[in-house]
């Protein structure tokens, strides 16, 4: 019987009898995963049930699964919706003598080949073909953009707190060819440089960890390329070898987070036991090589907002850098829930009246301080930026679904702001996970 059977087989008999009208139950081919169709007063909603694991984010739980909900437009469920999920839960949860776990479904050599980012990969969330038809419908209308967004699929040393794929974060998936990875990034390099992009920032769970990351750097420097810029963890720098190879290349810049002033703070977030004095020690290698530049930043966390102010000090204190301070955002892998710890912007008030040059312009600009309103109007509408992965994403699927979450939206407040027009709205999700306390529109532009 194959894994897919077998999954199949341990959850029928849990779900026989349950007051629920089910609609269908579909394994997953890939994942130890099973997606049912579950009938609510708001309607369908499909749900994901997989094996129960240490730390994964999920909606709720049972002794052996962990239940999340999928949404096919990116809109939050309604609450009549996610009364209905918490009350099948219970009921499953009654049913679940624990020790059950699904299996992920066997591939054969070939389907271990595929890629995850190739033009016809069934179910994927990325294809050339998109992109291509996406360049083209830019090019059509004569769009030009200052800075390309590039993201790299590889995998992270780190378990941080706030990412929901914290469980999969130390494998590759075997469907990537990191060579034929590289070729495909060129790519999008190659179309963005056509479109009047001279700027790149290089995204991903950890783009030094991808092991072409070297030749990828060179290969954008080749295209014309003036500022390159990467974001990672930075536990590689550590490495002085590696360190001074990336030194001597085309990559300008480096973003690296730091999310405590001491190691219990930064690896209580990291999830990785040495990860503070590796980083400290990486910074003290780049700094003294003076190349690439290093760009600190961290994240507005309800979790650690307490000792945000010790860290802008520590950072400035201990390596003469600057921190920036950035909003929490949907992450790429479908998931909402680690948002519970993203800063509502009127808990962040205080401090961001105190530190206002340090967030980034994820900010709305009516949450700054009257002082520096004219500069988050000059980088609200400052760059262009063409974001390459999501000129990509297939419709409907999982990706997709994080673009929704990703876009710009105005709430009922903003409508008599004297600044709208000029302001880069709030994050969809953010809206919907935290509301809009703090928003203050305003009643004229300053000057």
Same mark, same amino acid.
């Given at each position: ?70 949404? #096919? @437009?990116?809109?939050? /469920?309604?609450?009549? $919706?996610? !009364? ?5 839960? +219970? %009921? =499953? &949860?009654? #049913? @679940?003598?624990?020790? /059950?776990?699904?299996? $992920?479904? !066997? ?5 271990? +080949? %595929? =890629? &995850? ?20 419908? =830019? ?309």
């Amino acid at each position: 019987m194959s894994a897919l059977r077998r999954n199949r087989a341990l959850l029928e008999p849990l779900l026989a009898g349950l007051p629920f009208a089910i609609s269908s139950v579909r394994p997953s081919e890939t994942r130890a995963e099973i997606e049912l169709a579950l009938a609510t007063p708001a309607g369908d909603v499909q749900l994901r049930i997989a094996t129960r694991a240490q730390d994964v984010k999920a909606l709720a739980y049972t002794r052996s699964f962990a239940i999340s909900y999928v949404t #096919r @437009d990116g809109a939050p /469920l309604p609450r009549a $919706a996610i !009364e209905s999920v918490a009350a099948f839960a +219970r %009921r =499953l &949860a009654a #049913r @679940d003598p624990g020790g /059950l776990v699904l299996e $992920a479904p !066997e591939r054969s050599p070939r389907e271990q +080949r %595929r =890629l &995850a980012v190739v033009e016809r990969d069934p179910g994927g969330s990325w294809s050339r073909a998109t992109f291509d038809a996406g360049i083209e419908a =830019l090019r059509a209308e004569a769009r030009r953009f200052d800075h390309a967004v590039l993201v790299v699929t590889q995998a992270c040393e780190m378990a941080c707190s706030f990412c929901p794929s914290r469980d999969k974060q130390h494998q590759v998936d075997p469907r990537v060819d990191a060579r034929t990875h590289l070729d495909d990034l060129v790519h999008q390099l190659e179309a963005a440089r056509s479109l009047g992009a001279h700027a790149v920032d290089v995204g991903g769970n950890d783009v030094l960890r991808f092991e072409h990351a070297l030749e990828l750097f060179e290969r954008a420097g080749e295209l014309g390329y003036q500022t390159i810029v990467a974001q990672s963890p930075g536990q590689r720098l550590a490495d002085e070898a590696f360190a001074r190879a990336l030194s001597s290349g085309p990559l300008n810049a480096v973003q690296i987070p730091i999310y405590g002033a001491t190691a219990q703070a930064h690896d209580a977030v990291t999830g990785t036991p040495g990860s503070f004095d590796t980083l400290c020690r990486a910074l003290d290698v780049v700094l003294a090589l003076g190349r690439p530049r290093v760009v600190l930043t961290t994240l507005a966390l309800r979790s650690t907002l307490d000792g945000l102010e010790e860290l802008l000090a520590f950072a400035q204190r201990r390596f003469g850098l600057h921190v920036s301070v950035r909003m929490l955002w949907p992450n790429r892998v479908g998931e909402r829930e680690h948002l519970h710890d993203a800063v509502p912007f009127d808990e962040l008030a205080g401090v961001v009246a105190r530190h206002a040059d340090r967030f980034e312009t994820d900010l709305p600009v009516c949450v700054l301080p009257p002082s520096h309103l004219v500069r988050g109007l000059v980088r609200a509408e400052g760059g262009r930026a063409l974001h390459l992965w999501d000129l990509g994403i297939v419709p409907g699927s999982e990706d997709d679904r994080v673009k929704q979450d990703r876009q710009r939206v105005f709430v009922a407040a903003c409508n008599g702001c004297a600044a709208r027009h000029r302001c880069a709205g709030i994050l969809r999700a953010h809206v919907e996970a935290l509301g809009a306390a703090g928003i203050r529109p305003l009643a004229a532009l300053p000057g």
